[in-house]
Each structure stands twice: as C-alpha cells, then as structure tokens.
C-alpha cells in the first residue's frame, strides 16, 4: 500500500527534493510551508507527474501553536501520516549580538521547538501503531560552535543530540528516527541568511539539494540513524572529534565570515 510522508519546508530546496522522490514511488505527500501560492504549484506537479495524492497546508511554524494546529488538522481530515521529515529550518549569518531578538526567537521556534513538537505528536501515534519512520534534517553545522552563526549551529546540535537520543527510545517500536547531517546545498538558505557570501561557499563544493534528499531518503528507508552527504562533510565531522573545540571554533568562525557577520556597530 502506499504511504503517506509529511514534509516541513516543502516549498523548495532539500524539501521540494524529498517530495519529488517519494511521489516518484508512488507515496502520496503532505507539504508544509509558509507560501500558499508555491505549495499549490508544486501540489499541481506532483499530482499530474506521479498520479499520486498531495495535500498542502500553509502555515507558519514559528507561530505560537502551528504544530499542533497542523497535527490536528491532518487528523481531522483523515490522513494518517506514516513517515514524517521535518525539513523547515532557516539560518542568520550575523554575531550573536549583532542580529535582533526577534530572529534569534524565531529561528528556536522553528528549528528546535517546532521540530520537537511535530516529533512528539506524530511520533505518539507511530509509537502507538508500531511503525513509521522520522527523519530530522541537521547540518554539518551540529558538529562544531559556529561563530557569526551561533544560534543556527546550537539549534542543529540540538536536533543531532536529540534526533539519536529519539532513535533509541522509539526503535524497539518499530519506528526509526534518522538525522541527515548536509554541509552546503544549493539553495535559498544561502541567500536568505547571507551565508551565501561566506568562506563557506566560497571554499566549498555546493552540493545539489536533489543529491542530499536522496541520501537522505536512503537513509531514512534503511533506518540509519545518522546521514553525512559527501566526502567532505564527513572529513569536517571527523575533524570535529579529534581537534580540540577552541581550535574547531576557530575554524568555523573563518569559514563563517563574511563582511556583514560583525562589521558593524551595535
């Protein structure tokens, strides 16, 4: 039988990707995301090209109770959601103090609380059927304190440390968790956080979103806990565990920079 998969930030990117391929195997797809006029083109694609069911829901995660307003209203409509990737995230390319309040709270709501909350009420109901499968996507970024990007590398290690803890407590129930950890993707989180300009993806290789998705959905289907992409985000994780953390810090604060990340007054 078919399977119902739910994705967070399914509006492009890493998220579009995943929505693509399940659809290619015939599952059908429940896209989550704030813009209403993508998500009904992409609706539209999916349908007419893989003759599957999509359903969409518009909505703002960082809102005060979206998760729970989405939870309620997949139910109340009849959908019962087998595997559930929670995608959605954005990142701000600025010091700590630098940025304003308001993006720092909203970049925990949706990359921690919202994501932890979506884990708890449709991990329940897999927990309570026996079976389903969660990914969480992290980031290369979990692995190391990330200067000019503190919040965003403090918000994935929490979804690494907390997605592997899941994976222990759920899989003797049938339900895997799995954390894919990317580096770099060709996206617009680059340029909707400024990261675009930064040493990062000067230095490094973009990786294409469609490439991520998939060794992502590899290794979600397989119930692998954890999941690098690419060669050098493993040599980037590998460093993280045997150099000191200052050292580590160092490094990332380097390839984080950009002109705009401190260079300007309070």
């Known amino acids: ?50 003759h599957i069911f999509a359903r969409f829901y518009a909505k703002d995660l960082t809102l005060p109770n979206a998760a729970k307003e989405l939870f309620d209203e997949i139910v109340s409509d009849g959908c019962k959601v087998d595997y559930l990737i929670n995608n959605a995230g ?21 990359n921690v609380l919202a994501l932890m909350e979506l884990c708890y009420l449709f991990g329940r109901a897999m927990y309570n059927r026996g079976g389903g499968k969660i990914l969480n996507v992290a980031s290369v970024a979990a692995f190391s304190a990330g200067p000019y990007m503190s919040v965003y590398f403090a918000s994935k290690a929490f979804v690494l440390s907390f997605s592997e803890a899941l994976a222990e407590e759920f899989k003797n129930r049938g339900v895997s968790v799995t954390c894919l950890c990317p580096g770099p993707t060709e ?12 040493n990062a993806f000067r230095f490094m290789k973009l990786a294409k979103a469609e490439e991520v998705a998939r060794t992502g959905y590899k290794a979600m289907m397989s119930g692998k806990t954890l999941s690098y992409h690419g060669i050098n985000v493993k040599a980037m994780t590998f460093l993280t565990r045997i150099v000191p953390r200052s050292v580590s810090a160092k490094f990332t604060k380097f390839m984080n920079d950009t002109d705009a990340s401190h260079k300007h007054k309070l």
């Open 1 to 50: 039988m078919n399977k119902t998969v739910l994705i967070t930030g399914a509006s492009g990117g890493i998220g579009l990707e995943f929505a693509k391929i399940f659809a290619s195997k015939g599952d059908n797809v429940i896209l989550v995301a704030r813009s209403e006029d993508k998500l009904i083109r992409i609706r539209k694609y999916l349908e007419e090209k893989y």
């Open 187 to 198: 996206s617009n989180f680059g340029n909707a956080s400024d990261y675009g300009k930064s």
């Open 90 to 110: 954005f990142g701000d390319n600025r010091a700590f103090l630098h940025a304003d309040w308001e993006t720092h709270e909203k970049m925990v709501k949706l």
